[in-house]
């Protein structure tokens, strides 16, 4: 008895890329074929441009989340002192940093000072956020040692009264290097009279750009000392700021922090921008669901072509069913015909939309150019510029989906190939 050939023989495979070659002449799709090939082509890149620009999206606001603020805040127990006002400062800051920097898996500690000012500068004033810091600790947050850009000698920081601000600020009040920023606070020096402002001018030894405009158009960095005498604060400190080796690990560094600094309250990077990164998870998970219903409808056209191929195929399908062709045989054959187009516009698509997500900032400067330029707002969109990343990871979800979806969608009309009745496909021929 002669066995019957194994699935997805050679024959098969001829028969199959004979009909996807075939013209409109000869009874073949090539159009159709060319409209679905492209469609998924298009579907792919679009997904995986799309999942690139998302994940740089995070990766950067984490970044600079991580890289220009703390990533564990610590506060003393609130106090109230003798004018019935809350008082909540450190006292002993330099014992508590000390026993923190110790934990293992702190990088490092430092006290700090803050407060909100108003800056000014040859007419122009903006509010903006002051941090007193130690120079040697200022070095140790990296988006400020290590920024996108800078300008200036960070060395000069805590030298006599210079000062490290951000671009943003230095853009909005007309700063450059050698420059004396103004900054005036209405909670000043107490007289017998009342509280008057403070008033006190600093030069302009350090201009960074971390990439985030929330950041860079806000920051300040004040010596410690001078913090200290300017808010009020002597021999005090606001908080203490905490780095980690590991910062995606920070709930399991709470309770070593908080056995090391005693009876304080903490606050993570989590805690702050929690409610923003489960936003962006919420928006990733929203466009990988739209994007997927484009690839669904690129793949759609296969059944369109499919079912037009088999209805020009009838008469060759009549004619090997009678010479012995089974219906396993025809329904693999048509599904090759269909799962081939999947896979070519599958791989295309992947090559499109890596190329896309690798080379994006000179097409965004095309486009950008082309478009008389101000596509891009940092004041908007917080970022100095379009991010991507590419992840395997992502790219293997993008070429997972489209290759379901393309082989599910090709078994229906391959189907309806297998199930044809010879005698039926014969009759009208």
């Known amino acids: 008895m002669p066995q019957s050939p194994p699935p997805f023989s050679r024959f098969e495979r001829m ?15 090539s159009t159709m074929t060319v409209i679905s090939f492209l469609g998924i082509m298009l579907a792919v890149a679009a997904l995986i441009a799309t999942l690139a620009v998302r994940t740089g999206f995070r990766y ?6 991580l890289g220009a603020n703390p990533h564990v805040s610590l506060y003393d127990q609130v106090e109230i002192d003798a004018d019935g006002r809350q008082n909540r400062v450190f006292e002993d800051y330099a014992e508590a940093a000390a026993a923190v920097a110790a934990v293992p898996g702190v990088s490092h500690a430092a006290a700090v000072i803050r407060g909100q000012v108003l800056a000014a500068h040859e007419g122009r004033n903006a509010g903006v956020e002051v941090t007193g810091i130690e120079a040697a600790d200022l070095a140790t947050v990296p988006l400020v040692a290590r920024p996108e850009q800078s300008f200036g000698d960070l060395s000069r920081f805590g030298q006599g009264d210079g000062v490290a601000i951000g671009i943003g600020v230095a853009r909005e009040l007309g700063l450059q290097l050698g420059d004396r920023i103004r900054l005036i606070s209405p909670d000043g020096a107490r007289t017998p009279f009342g ?9 302009v030894v350090y201009i960074f750009q971390v990439g985030r405009w929330d950041i860079d158009r806000v920051r300040v960095y004040l010596p410690f000392a001078e913090a200290q005498s300017y808010f009020n604060r002597d021999g005090v400190a606001d908080e203490i700021e905490v780095y980690l080796d590991d910062p995606e690990n920070v709930n399991a560094m709470i309770l070593p922090i908080l056995q090391a600094a005693g009876d304080v309250s903490i606050w993570t990077w989590r805690d702050s921008s929690g409610a923003f990164l489960q936003a962006l998870q919420m928006e ?17 056209n296969i059944v369109s072509g499919l079912i037009m191929l088999v209805k020009n195929k009838s008469r060759d399908i ?5 010479m012995g062709l089974s219906e396993a045989s025809v329904l693999r054959v048509f599904f090759l015909c269909g799962s081939t187009i999947g896979v070519a516009g599958t791989l295309a698509g992947v090559a499109l939309g890596c190329a896309f997500a690798i080379w994006i900032d000179p097409i965004f400067d095309a486009v950008n150019w082309v478009a008389g330029g101000g596509v891009w707002d940092p004041s908007v969109r917080l970022i100095s510029s379009l991010p991507a990343r590419l992840e395997w990871g992502d790219v293997a979800s993008a070429m997972a989906l489209s290759l379901g979806l393309s082989f599910v969608v090709t078994i229906f009309p391959a189907r309806r190939a297998a199930r044809m009745n010879p005698v039926e496909a014969l009759r009208h021929e």
């Open 195 to 203: 509280t008057s402002p403070r008033v006190s001018a600093y030069e």
């Open 15 to 29: 028969i199959a890329w004979r009909y996807l070659r075939a013209r409109r002449a000869e009874g073949g799709v």
């Open 60 to 65: 950067e606001f984490v970044g600079t989340i």
């Open 318 to 322: 009549g004619i090997l069913r009678t």
């Open 284 to 300: 990733d998970n929203i466009m990988f669901i739209i994007l997927s219903i484009l690839v669904l409808i690129a793949t759609l």
